[in-house]
């Protein structure tokens, strides 16, 4: 099966504090890829990061930062300092290696409210 | 920065109505989807296409057609639309295989 669970619906955090966001995934390709999107209220979807199964180093992109760790499957996110202006819906999607169109799996999506 | 279009970005239409929401990319990505979304709430793939003359159902069935003639254009039509319809339309395009996917601004649909 292929799957990317988000359990965390919705948070909510006052600015600067950290706040990190879950995603869980399922899979039985050795070969995958992984990726974050925002989609602020505007509703574009912004690429954030892709990250492959074969890297496992976290990733950092000045006040965000990404933990890929396979032994439990998860690829968390986490913002430092939050600021109003990261409130947005942040999702969490899957590629895996078996369809060669390119189908996304995405989780159903964490809505973040940064609160001044 | 994605170069990928959606128009119109917003519309509100009657029952009936025959639409069609365009999207286009610049980049001469082959793959291309279509997405329907309620506001914040998941993304169900409706349409995608591999390349010219190519296109193919997703997972969620769509009462939409769409067409893709040439590269850079995936235009998706409603016959006749219904208020069921309303939703938020959001297109995408891929480079290749496990590629990220660039996504246009969406369209926000109201069928009244």
């Given at each position: 099966?292929?799957k990317v669970?988000q359990?965390?619906?919705?948070?909510?955090?006052?600015?600067?504090?950290?706040?990190?966001?879950?995603?869980?995934?399922?899979?039985?390709?050795?070969?995958?890829?992984?990726?974050?999107?925002?989609?602020?209220?505007?509703?574009?979807?912004?690429?954030?990061?892709?990250?492959?199964?074969?890297?496992?180093?976290?990733?950092?992109?000045?006040?965000?930062?990404?933990?890929?760790?396979?032994?439990?499957?998860?690829?968390?996110?986490?913002?430092?300092?939050?600021?109003v202006?990261?409130?947005?819906?942040?999702?969490?999607?899957?590629?895996?290696?078996?369809?060669?169109?390119?189908?996304?799996?995405?989780?159903?999506?964490?809505?973040?409210?940064?609160?001044? | 920065?994605?170069?990928?279009?959606?128009?119109?970005?917003?519309?509100?239409?009657?029952?009936?109505?025959?639409?069609?929401?365009?999207?286009?990319?610049?980049m001469?990505?082959?793959?291309?989807?279509?997405?329907?979304?309620?506001p914040?709430?998941?993304?169900?793939?409706i349409?995608?296409?591999?390349?010219?003359?190519?296109?193919?159902?997703?997972?969620?069935?769509?009462?939409?057609t769409?067409?893709?003639?040439?590269?850079?254009?995936?235009?998706?039509?409603?016959?006749?639309?219904?208020?069921?319809?309303?939703?938020?339309?959001?297109?995408?395009?891929?480079?290749?295989?496990q590629?990220?996917?660039?996504?246009?601004?969406?369209?926000r649909?109201?069928?009244?």
């Open positions: 099966a292929q669970t359990a965390q619906t919705e948070i909510s955090v006052v600015e600067k504090e950290d706040v990190t966001l879950d995603c869980v995934y399922e899979t039985r390709d050795t070969t995958y890829y992984l990726f974050w999107y925002k989609q602020p209220p505007s509703g574009e979807l912004v690429f954030l990061i892709r990250r492959n199964s074969f890297d496992e180093q976290n990733e950092i992109s000045g006040r965000y930062s990404w933990n890929f760790q396979k032994s439990t499957s998860s690829f968390n996110f986490t913002i430092t300092a939050s600021q202006v990261d409130s947005a819906v942040y999702f969490c999607a899957l590629s895996p290696s078996t369809y060669n169109f390119n189908k996304f799996y995405f989780g159903s999506g964490t809505k973040l409210n940064v609160k001044p | 920065e994605a170069d990928i279009y959606q128009t119109p970005r917003y519309l509100v239409i009657g029952t009936g109505k025959k639409i069609t929401l365009e999207c286009s990319q610049t001469g990505h082959d793959k291309m989807y279509w997405y329907q979304q309620d914040g709430m998941e993304l169900h793939l349409h995608y296409s591999y390349g010219v003359n190519s296109t193919e159902k997703g997972d969620l069935s769509s009462e939409s769409v067409s893709r003639i040439r590269t850079e254009h995936f235009p998706l039509t409603l016959e006749s639309a219904r208020p069921s319809h309303t939703s938020q339309y959001l297109c995408a395009s891929t480079k290749a295989t590629e990220t996917q660039y996504f246009g601004p969406g369209t649909l109201l069928v009244l």
